[in-house]
């Protein structure tokens, strides 16, 4: 295309980057140039602003590979990249889902020329499923799939067979791919390697007959098959639909660095373009970083998750800090002295002992570790059928006696009762909105010391802000209380509740529409111009 259907143009003063005449037409995507007309943008394009117009380069180094580094400061919000998958399909481990639409199946319906499950013929043309309808029509067996409620194996051929499948589809998307890093020599030798080799590799050269295709139209060698299921592995995206959550490759988003702090953002539109954001504000030359673990584990799960998937052991700044930013969100209670907490002497190394910051009391990691796992089995079996009285008396006996009261486990648990309290006649007096309150303070200042930028917490942060509104407004309200609430402290409490509802409205902006995080977004723009509505009312009354 001639022009970046991103690189929009926005109407300012300046000079013409291609002709120098005087221009009042900015750059949309950059900001960075100024045009006269379209056709003077759309032949500044082809001539150099192509390569130009985006606010990143990426870089190589020993230690980090390639990685990405802005090239202007960057304010927070600030669109980074837009890009489409070069190829998308179901995770490994899924339940049965139709692969052209991902939604769950249940076998009345199978594609005519492969026998896959499908939701129907228009998914059966879908471009997406050509790959394994194309292999599929040769095995001259059907797909065995009897059990639609569980993870099938053969689902776990579909990314790997679609990647592969690029060299003759697509030989430039198929060089993008085999360009990205697979860590084969790492992985060789690992459970990961010899699970792959038995469900993927054998099922694809064996069950699927690869062997019997042109190597220059798929490379079906061990080795290439091992290959693209790393490249995955390392770098794939994962896609949240409705109904199931499948993966995709994007090889310029796959060039950012992993961080537990990271500095960007990403979101979803049209389904499947990534648009990634600046989640805080970036000075030029800083490093660009997503995160690919999981933000409410403690640092030894997120370290080992990450170096079991992606091949490598982070040392970002909240792994490499005892007591995770200020947040002792692994920290556990010194056994010998009651205002004691044990942290990982070195926390970049997993073997280190533990020691109390009071008196110096150590505890081997493993048991550290042990403890820790004990709690999550209790936190688990506690939140299969959770009771407000359960979920306080756990937060109660552990953050007193076990774990810091900030540990990761137990904030899990809080980030269900916030939601509890106010939900049922026993929990909607006083005394229980007022712990809500307090329950929603607390968890909201985690979530801001672990994610300021609120590039991974969004969610979490948005349903506390929604949550600590509805508190302040039952005070407002005087729910649960005898007394009136005075009109001074109702307009007060009614200002709360609205700003708590614009932050909660921004945080989720990019939340996905099906997703229950974005219906939540709606509901909260719903209930400012509600909540506008009573304030008119209220300041109306007193006029």
């Known amino acids: ?35 006269c007309k379209r056709e003077c943008q759309r032949d500044h394009w082809k001539k150099s602003h192509k390569d130009q117009c985006k606010p990143f380069k990426v870089l190589n180094s020993p230690d980090l590979g390639r990685y990405m580094v802005a090239t202007r400061d ?36 199978r594609c ?45 051929v579909i990314m790997p067979l679609r990647c592969l499948a690029l060299k003759k589809r697509s030989p430039k998307k198929y060089q993008q791919f085999t360009s990205l890093e697979s860590h084969y020599e790492d992985r060789k030798g690992t459970y990961t390697h010899s699970e792959n080799q038995k469900h993927v590799v054998e099922m694809l050269r064996g069950y699927f007959m690869l062997l019997t295709f042109d190597p220059d139209e798929i490379d079906h060698s061990e080795r290439g098959i091992h ?35 990271p500095n960007t953002k ?20 800083e490093h660009l970083s997503t995160m690919y673990t999981h933000v409410l584990w403690g640092t030894y799960a997120r370290r080992e998750h990450i170096k079991h998937n992606k091949n490598f052991m982070c040392q970002c700044p909240r792994c490499s800090d005892p007591t995770e930013l200020g947040t002792h969100f692994s920290a556990l209670r010194c056994p010998r002295c009651p205002p004691g907490f044990l942290l990982p002497a070195a926390p970049l190394d997993e073997l280190a002992d533990w020691i109390c910051c009071s008196c110096n009391f150590t505890m081997p990691a493993d048991d550290a570790r042990a403890v820790t796992v004990g709690l ?31 540990h990761f486990h137990l904030f899990v648990i809080r980030h269900t009762l916030l939601q509890m309290y106010g939900r049922d006649p026993t ?24 994610d300021p930028g609120m590039a991974r917490l969004a ?41 708590l509802l614009q932050q909660c409205i921004k945080v989720l902006v990019d939340e996905p529409e099906d997703q229950p995080e974005g219906q939540l977004h709606k509901v909260a723009q719903q209930n400012l111009l509600e909540l506008k509505q009573w304030e008119a009312t209220v300041i109306e009354s007193q006029t």
């Not at 489409?84 to 139709?98: A, L």
């Not at 005075?486 to 200002?495: F, I, N, R, V």
Request: net charge negative; glycine share 6%.
């Open 74 to 109: 960057l304010k927070a919000g600030d669109i980074i990249l837009k890009e489409d998958p070069i190829v998308v399909g179901p995770k490994q481990q899924t339940e049965p889902v139709c692969l052209g639409c991902y939604k769950r199946v249940d076998g009345s319906y």
């Open 376 to 406: 999550g089995a209790a936190v688990e079996q506690a939140l299969m059928q959770p009771t407000t009285d359960l979920l306080e008396t756990i937060i109660e006996n552990n953050a007193k006696n076990i774990v810091h009261p900030n």
């Open 112 to 156: 005519e020329v492969c026998s896959w499950p499908l939701c129907g013929p228009e998914c059966a043309k879908s471009p997406d499923h050509q790959p394994e309808c194309v292999v599929g029509k040769e095995i001259g067996s059907p797909i065995q799939i009897n059990d639609f409620n569980t993870t099938n194996h053969f689902y776990e």
């Open 427 to 450: 929990t909607q007096d006083e005394e229980s909105m007022s712990k809500k309150e307090k329950l929603c303070q607390d968890f909201l200042k985690i979530c801001t010391a672990l």
């Open 459 to 499: 969610p979490f942060a948005g349903v506390a802000l929604y949550e600590y509104h509805l508190a302040v407004l039952s005070r407002a309200r005087g729910v649960g209380s005898a007394q009136q609430v005075d009109q001074t402290t109702l307009k007060k409490d009614l200002e709360t509740a609205k700003a």
């Open 227 to 261: 290959s693209a299921l790393g490249i995955c592995d390392t770098n794939a995206l994962d896609i949240n639909l409705a109904e199931s959550t499948i993966q995709g490759i994007y090889p310029n988003f796959a060039m950012l660095e992993h961080s537990c702090t």
């Open 1 to 35: 295309m001639d022009v970046d259907e991103n690189c929009g143009v926005m109407e300012e003063f300046g000079v013409c980057a291609n002709c120098v005449e005087s221009a009042k037409l900015r750059c949309g995507n950059c900001r960075q140039v100024f045009y």
């Open 266 to 285: 990403h979101a979803y539109i049209s389904g499947r373009k990534v648009v990634l954001k600046a989640a805080v504000d970036i000075k030029q030359g």
